[in-house]
């Protein structure tokens, strides 16, 4: 089977913290190479570049180049901050799966043809994979929106819910 690489979003990662950082770890075990962007760990208080890698995770550096395309990209879309230009560029390049629940990010990786996964659906990637049972995933699901209700609505955890067969 091959794994796709991944690139995570600042605000997936956040939403981990919440209900455990360890999906970092099953995500690298069950899914694929996780790759963070040094701009967008910088953006996730209380997270640093030893824990990640503790996990398996893979920090990356940005070029001069792709520094400069990431602010090319935010000309284009002022609605992407930064790290989330940055985030683009090296899944673009990287050949990488961007997993983010950010709607300009989103919106541009798809305009780039970057592929999309949202940050329940990495939840529920790592369970088709046999990496957590589906109590534990409903779990994480659960911790997630109750750390993030504003953008982890009702309908996003009932489409979750549904894809989980519960």
């Known amino acids: 089977m091959n794994s796709p690489l991944l690139v995570i979003d600042a605000n997936v990662l956040i939403d981990y913290q919440s209900a455990g950082l360890e ?78 629940n950010d709607r300009a990010l989103r919106s541009r990786c798809t305009e780039a043809d970057v592929n999309l996964i949202w940050g329940l659906e990495a939840v529920l990637l790592i369970h088709e994979a046999g990496g957590i049972a589906k109590d534990l995933a409903l779990t994480y699901g659960e911790r997630i929106q109750e750390a993030n209700p504003f953008h982890i609505t009702e309908e996003i955890m009932l489409r979750f819910r549904r894809r989980l067969k519960v």
Do not use: N, W, Y
């Open 23 to 100: 999906i970092i770890e099953l995500m690298v075990r069950f899914v694929g190479p996780l790759h963070i962007p040094r701009e967008v760990l910088a953006e996730v208080d209380g997270l640093d570049e030893e824990t990640v890698q503790r996990m398996g995770a893979v920090i990356i550096e940005t070029t001069t180049t792709e520094l400069e395309e990431a602010e090319q990209e935010r000309e284009q879309k002022p609605a992407l901050s930064f790290p989330d230009a940055v985030c683009l560029v090296q899944a673009r390049k990287r050949g990488c799966s961007c997993i983010t």
